[in-house]
T-cell receptor, first 114, second 114 residues
Framework: AQSVTQLGSHVSVSEGALVLLRCNYS??????LFWYVQYPNQGLQLLLK??????LVKGINGFEAEFKKSETSFHLTKPSAHMSDAAEYFC????????????FGSGTRLLVRP | DSGVTQTPKHLITATGQRVTLRCSPR?????VYWYQQSLDQGLQFLIH???????AKGNILERFSAQQFPDLHSELNLSSLELGDSALYFC?????????????FGNGTRLTVT
């Protein structure tokens, strides 16, 4: 069964530091992978999507993610954290069945220290 | 603004009661998905409708039901409410053209069962 695992329920970085949020997937076929962000009291917003066209995917707000098949990973990175990046981040996989529903990881809360 | 509208934003009710959550998808989107977000369970897929027909079911309790109407809006009905049903309920919509289109989320309905 396809699923995603997010390592680290909380990640804390200083403003200006590298952001690295980890996501590993489990899939027997090439997956469709997504990163979403949830700001307080809001719904989820799409950051980026992997569709096999390119292994390095650029998203909004300076985020990008690299698909590594050999490591079954799809980690999210940003070179320099900003205070406004503080939020919860979810990795998700789209199942290859009759429904295109997303299965989400448990989420990682990013804290940015001034 | 994702274009997905959920009402009401907040709902407080007592155990044993029944409530209806409403979702209007983005213009042109045929698919509606319902998710439940709670602290202990994370983001759980409940059910998916496509153009009025049920497409997939997830971890949805028998006390819960949903439907999608001809105008494509959807309602999630929760009955015989229990304290554990307190959660954020999200609706998401997508075009679903067969290319794993991203889901666009509403801001959710926060249900509190007392």
């Amino acid at each position: 069964a396809q699923s995603v695992t997010q390592l680290g329920s909380h990640v804390s970085v200083s403003e200006g530091a590298l952001v690295l949020l980890r996501c590993n997937y489990s899939s027997s076929v090439p997956p469709y992978l997504f990163w979403y962000v949830q700001y307080p009291n809001q719904g989820l917003q799409l950051l980026l999507k992997y569709t096999s066209a390119a292994t390095l995917v650029k998203g909004i707000n300076g985020f990008e993610a690299e698909f590594k098949k050999s490591e079954t990973s799809f980690h999210l990175t940003k070179p320099s954290a900003h205070m406004s990046d503080a939020a919860e981040y979810f990795c998700a996989v789209s199942l290859m069945d009759s429904s295109y529903k997303l299965i989400f990881g448990s989420g990682t809360r990013l804290l940015v220290r001034p | 603004d994702s274009g997905v509208t959920q009402t009401p934003k907040h709902l407080i009710t007592a155990t044993g009661q029944r409530v209806t959550l409403r979702c209007s998808p983005r213009s042109g989107d045929l698919s509606v998905y319902w998710y439940q977000q709670s602290l202990d369970q994370g983001l759980q897929f409940l059910i998916h409708y496509y153009n009025g027909e049920e497409r997939a079911k997830g971890n949805i309790l028998e006390r819960f039901s949903a439907q999608q109407f001809p105008d494509l809006h959807s309602e999630l009905n929760l009955s015989s409410l229990e304290l554990g049903d307190s959660a954020l309920y999200f609706c998401a919509s997508s075009v679903e053209g067969g290319d794993h289109s991203p889901l666009h989320f509403g801001n959710g309905t926060r249900l509190t069962v007392t």
